[in-house]
């Protein structure tokens, strides 16, 4: 059989007198001794005087093992002097007790010092003396044990007059001095580390981030020191550049080579000697950008590779820069040629100069620029003999098309490959030649021509003539294209570049529903257009939306007036619609371009590819009845206007407050945000439906979880934020059930018919509904159940406070001692039958009493 809970045994012990408080001690010996143990429930008065007055050895340890947590009973059991409770009292570690209530038990020991128990192997100055914590020791120094105190004394290195110690067993105890050991000796402490200041600045044989040589000689000594890694600042400054002997430098170089991180801090100087620069280029040549000037010499070294584009990159564009690598050289020395041509500058003006002398070569024909795109790969001279060389095959590329043509990609790569190098030859050609080469360029050399290679708005218009606004696609390759770029090609209304934009680039919604409509841009905005003059949608983009699980892509489907699109999204089984006002939106669009038989078609239809088999329809019904509504009178202008009229009720403040009330009440904490959010995406923002809201509370109770959520917001009406704080209580009960459109039930009738649940020794749901002014305590002694929760509520709503009790307290209090005394009186064994019954009995307080009574009598 289970225990009473212990607020049920205190209370029942709050209302007996003393002599059946002595009567029911050992009637329920079981269910006391848990109370005592227990730090949830109060220890009445009398119950405290007999278990004290009893010295029963299981009620006072029982008592003990809580006594931390109740003041005046550990006071009372300290005082006792039981060595027998002295370990629990006194606690196990450091930090269960305070040093006042630790105090206390020696203040209690003082006065049965003698008496055997404190000798004890077990007893608590036995565990004391081997014990070495401060904490636990300290306050044993008003122990009336002297050997204790003078273990207390060496542990926590202090000393205090301990007066005169009573007791037969243990003598009289004096004050010492605070110190130990002889008399003249003086106490060890712990001195601080003897810091020597030179070591704040290490020796140069010592790590340090910084090294600050003033001369050649020491700049050579850290220059050397292997261990060092950090960095050196060169002595000298720009009004004395002569500080360092640069001849020395290079000499000690030849001797014995400088490590690489110290030829990268000499090659940053502007003074540094060539020798040296290039020591340290061979050496940091993988490191990224030069560490300091650029010489010729650099692209001569066996070190170098012209075939590695970045590090090319890194020597050119500094080096031309500078004057350093002459372009015209560059152009006639360094290979290979293709690698050179990605890796130039192209914005200088001697490169620009160079390459336009060379091209100029090439005339304007195709053939020669063909034979350089032919070349280009595998070719491993410089620039200027791969003009030669293509001059020399021109005739073999005479009538021919663009070699192996390939079509845009998306993204678009920019990759220092043939085709790249190509184009930075195309850029140096004049006006005449590059229009003339534009006509046989293949799809992707205009795409990544038109990406990355900035042409005039002049040779942009006349490739857009040459291969139609479809050519522009390429330019909407990845999700990274400007916003203004996307602007700018939208006005084009081109089949092909509106499917490029939708599928690589950040459309926002707007761009997205004007894409799948298939309308006409014109003066900046998207523009009513007949069905027969609409942009068509391109297999690719088709393709693109029956392959999407992107909720955006697919929403916009909802606005294009397309059956096609509007299947797929139906058809989807990652993307679905969940507001009735897109829905028929939707409706609206496929009317007013297609007419009612595609709308009719539309809610017949019952196979949505993507979509697994099921009997509904993935329309909502309030849609698919507006729907057949309006195509039953599809004479103009009723059907559309019905349509419409719907569309424009659930777009509303009244159809957005149905949905909420529907969407917002779900069994998830963040539904009615959800909710919020799926309104913004599918219908678009508006004013939230406050008044919608509460006149639709007046004709059919919102759901409790709805309430309380919407009181959560800004600007909740004063009436629904009434309503939320019962119908947070409400949800608050464990056993209660919400039912949408039913009216909720008052507190006063889940008291009735939902049982109450305690946990922890109180019953949490009744002093919530009591603290709302919801329940009374009447109502609760009357009706709820089951009697234990009453009891453990009862016992806490009645307990004497620091503020005088209310009528309503005392005359509660007056009403279950009543009932006590009808149906128990005075008979332990009626009292101690309720306390038995209590666990597992159902019904309520009033109801277990006369049980318990009626049992017994």
Known sequence: MRLAEHTVVSAAYALADRELTRALMPRVREETVALLRSELAAVPPLLLDEVIASRDPELLAALASSAAHRGDVFDRLAALGDPALAVTLYGHHEWDRTAAQRAAVWQGAAATADDPGW??????????????????????????????????????????????????????????????????????????????????????????WERHPKTTTELLGDLRDKDFRGTIELPGTPETPDALDWDELVAQHRAEPFHESGLRTLWAHPDCPEELALAAYERNRNSGRPGGAVHWSMLESPHFDGAEVHGLTQLLRPGVTSGALPADRVLAEVAPARSVLCALPHDHEDVRAALAAQVTRLGTDFAPWRAVYSLLPRFSGTVTGLVDAALAETSNHLGKTWPKPMAAEFPSRRLPNGRQAWLRLYDAADRTTRRALAEHMDARAIQQLLLWHRPSPELRAHIVQLRGPSVLAGIASSWDTRPEVIEELIPYNDPEANAALFLNTDLTPDQRRHVLSGRRWRDGESADTPAADRVPLTENLVDGLRESARRPWLLACADSGDPVPCRILLGSPRVKIHTPALELH???????????????????????????????????????????????????????????????????????????????????????????????????????????????HKAKPLHDRLLVRLAALDGCPPALAAESAAAGLRLSHPQYRPRRGAKPPTASEMLRKLPMRVAHSRCGWLEKAHGLGQVTLDEVVRTAFPAQATVAFLARALAPGDSPATEEVRATRRAVAALATEHLSDDPEGWALALRLAPDFEGTLPDLLLASGAVVS
């Not at 077990?122 to 081997?130: E, K, N, Y």
């Not at 106490?187 to 790590?207: E, G, L, S, V």
């Open 119 to 208: 000798q004890a192997k077990d007893s608590l100055p036995a565990r004391l003396l081997s014990s070495r914590i401060p904490e636990r020791l300290e306050p044993a120094l008003l122990a009336p044990f002297p050997e204790l105190v003078e273990v207390a004394r060496r542990v926590t290195g202090k000393g205090t007059n301990t007066g005169t110690g009573t007791g037969t067993g243990t003598g009289t105890g004096t004050g010492t001095s605070a110190t130990t050991g002889p008399a003249n000796s003086t106490p060890r402490t712990r001195q601080p580390a003897n810091i020597n200041p030179a070591n704040t600045n290490p020796p140069k044989n010592r790590r340090s």
């Open 586 to 696: 939707m409706l609206v669009r496929l009317w007013e371009r297609h007419g009612p038989d595609e709308v009719r078609a539309l809610l017949d239809e019952t196979d949505f590819p993507g979509r697994k088999t099921q009997p509904r329809h993935p329309l909502s019904p309030v849609t698919l009845e507006a729907g057949r509504a309006a195509v039953d009178a599809e004479a103009e202008p009723d059907g559309p206007a019905l349509l419409r009229a719907a569309y424009e009720a659930a777009a509303g403040p009244a159809g957005r407050a149905d949905f909420l009330s529907d969407k917002g009440s779900g069994p998830e904490d963040d539904d009615l945000t959800k909710a919020l959010e799926l309104l913004d995406e599918e219908v678009g923002p508006g004013p939230f439906p406050w008044a919608e809201l509460a006149a639709a």
